[in-house]
């Protein structure tokens, strides 16, 4: 069954849209590395820790800035709140809180790496839910990035490999970050006939309550504390603030502003530009060097990116 009309992205009303696209590519590039800053080392916040306190205060902070600007709530449909719930618990419970439970044991590259594959995944779901069989095109390019993740998971799964990934964890961090990339997908996909009816900021806001809560439920339910038992220090603080205000607040209302005014398929290019920042930021500061079969997977995924996103381009 096709979108509904309302779905479809909205006709570009300025160069505005661009600066939008413009944060994603840049901030999200940028997030896997401050995410292994606050998880990683010595003393490290866990990573549920992490995603209760960056999500809950994010989901606050948008409803905030939402009622200073609107000074009302919005006019919802239960169905509206259901799918703002059921996105935000599919993109920041599963899809971003799977990836940063990976950071554990995988270098920040790596993940970025393997998340390089949502245009891809999100192709394929759109496919599903038209009930339409990807084209020839968009098929080759569904295969050539399967290729690329496969050079990229080979190494610690099948040789053992420990550059990317703790020796042990191969397997477990593949699974865990193909089914972050599924479940990021799913829930950008299924939002998409929301942006047509409520303003972006509320859509983000509602997300992340909702994911913010269930985040606190996992937590009580594990016993995992909601403070790190050691005081995080000054760098983890500011990695932390950047993830909440940039990473979170400000690049999630520029990416439902992203979806509202393009395709689906344009609007997940940011994985185009992200690796490229993920892996130069962890390679100079945190001495995270790809391997050259990684980076052959990494161009693989890029080329398969590249065959689906120019067959959409006329409807961007």
């Known amino acids: 069954m096709p979108l509904p009309a309302s779905a479809r992205p909205a006709a570009p009303a300025s160069w505005q849209r661009y600066g939008h ?3 994603v590519y840049v901030v999200w590039g940028a997030a896997y590395f401050a995410v292994k800053i606050v998880v990683g080392g010595d003393s490290p916040v866990a ?3 992490l995603q209760v306190w960056r999500i809950a205060l ?9 009622l200073a600007a609107t000074r009302r709530l919005p006019v919802m449909r239960p169905r509206d709140l259901l799918v703002c719930a059921a996105s935000g618990i599919l993109m920041w419970v599963c899809g971003n809180g799977l990836a940063v439970a990976a950071s554990r044991h995988a270098t920040s590259a790596f993940i970025v790496m393997a998340m390089g594959m949502i245009p891809l995944w999100t192709m394929l779901l759109v496919s599903l839910v038209r009930r339409q069989l990807p084209t020839g095109r968009v098929a080759l390019g569904l295969g050539v990035g399967l290729a690329g993740l496969l ?15 703790e020796p042990g964890y191969g397997l477990s961090t593949a699974l865990i970050l193909t089914g972050a990339g599924l479940t990021w997908s799913l829930g950008t996909v299924i939002q998409q006939p929301v942006l047509a009816t409520l303003p972006p900021i509320w859509s983000a806001g509602f997300q992340m309550l909702a994911a913010g809560a269930v985040l606190a439920g996992l937590a009580a339910g594990t016993g995992t504390p909601f403070v790190p038992a ?20 400000l690049c999630l209302i520029s990416y439902l502003e992203v979806l509202k005014r393009f395709t689906p398929a344009v609007g997940a290019t940011f ?6 920042i993920g892996i130069a930021l962890g390679w100079i500061f945190l ?7 990684a ?3 990494m161009g693989l995924i890029l080329a398969g990116v590249y065959l689906v996103l120019t067959r959409g381009r006329d409807a961007a």
Request: net charge negative.
């Open 21 to 23: 696209l413009a944060v």
């Open 47 to 49: 990573p549920l820790q």
């Open 58 to 66: 994010s989901g606050v902070l948008l409803v905030a800035l939402a």
């Open 151 to 165: 050079l990229i998971f080979g190494p610690p799964v099948l040789a053992g490999d420990t550059s990317a990934v």
């Open 230 to 249: 050691d005081p995080p220090g000054l760098v983890r603080i500011l990695a932390f603030l950047f993830l909440l205000l940039f990473g979170s607040v």
């Open 271 to 276: 994985a185009y530009v992200n690796p490229v």
């Open 287 to 293: 001495g995270e060097a790809p391997t050259t079969v």
């Open 295 to 297: 980076l052959g997977g």
